[in-house]
């Protein structure tokens, strides 16, 4: 079967690095994606990967490992309005996104 | 531009009441997709659409019908409600065979089924 895991909730403090890992096995790879959710709202992209890999954007990076159906969030410089849902989905064989239930952080002054 | 927008916000329903969810997108995506998401679980794939006058079964279909007429629209329609439908309900858009394949999701709508 199709599975993405991730943690449910982690807890930071501000101005710190926090790393949300995200392990998969999907029939197929076309790409792995991070999403935010704050609550009530829709997701958002944050981030793409396919190849093997660190992929930086501003305080946020993510990492990729194919032969080891891992990935990583890594969120620099904590702020408050980065308290929320992140979501990590992989694209199977079909181009169907198989997400993960989403680990919910919680930013602590 | 508006991107997606899903009517109406939330709803309050009646078991065994039929109703639509409506989905449009001005960003001429080929694909659009609906989802449902509970508590403690991912988005779950209801159905999707690859292209206008195409759908497909997702993860979860059984209750729900879809239709892609044209390009911008995707409605989702239950056809008799039931309580184990209350949830949040997202439709989704993506450029297949674009860069990266993303997707972007309109703002949901929230269905209590009483």
């Known amino acids: 079967g199709q599975n993405i895991d991730q943690p449910t909730e982690m807890t930071a403090t501000e101005g710190a690095i926090v790393q949300i890992n995200c392990t998969y096995q999907t029939s197929g790879f076309n790409g792995l994606f991070w999403y935010q959710q704050h609550a009530g709202e829709a997701p958002t992209f944050l981030s793409y990967?396919?190849l093997d890999g660190l992929e930086e954007k501003g305080r946020f990076s993510s990492f990729l490992s194919r032969s080891k159906g891992y990935s990583y969030l890594l969120l620099k410089e904590l702020q408050m309005k980065d308290s929320a849902s992140y979501l990590c989905?992989?694209?199977?064989?079909?181009?169907?996104?198989?997400w993960g239930a989403g680990t919910k952080l919680i930013i602590k002054p | 531009t508006a991107g997606i927008t899903q009517a109406p916000t939330s709803q309050i329903l009646a078991a065994g009441r039929s109703m639509t969810l409506r989905c449009t997108q001005d960003?001429?995506?080929?694909?659009m997709y609906w989802y449902r998401q509970d508590l403690g679980l991912g988005l779950r794939l209801i159905h999707y659409s690859n292209t206008a006058g195409t759908t497909g079964k997702g993860e979860v279909p059984d209750g729900y019908s879809v239709s892609r007429a044209n390009t911008d629209d995707f409605p989702l329609t239950l056809a008799s409600a039931v309580p184990s439908q209350t949830s949040v309900y997202f439709c989704a858009s993506s450029d297949l065979g674009g860069t990266y394949n993303e997707q972007f999701f309109g703002p949901g709508t929230r269905l209590t089924v009483l």
């Open positions: 960003m001429r995506h080929n694909a």
């Open positions: 990967n396919v």
């Open positions: 989905a992989v694209m199977d064989s079909n181009y169907q996104l198989i």
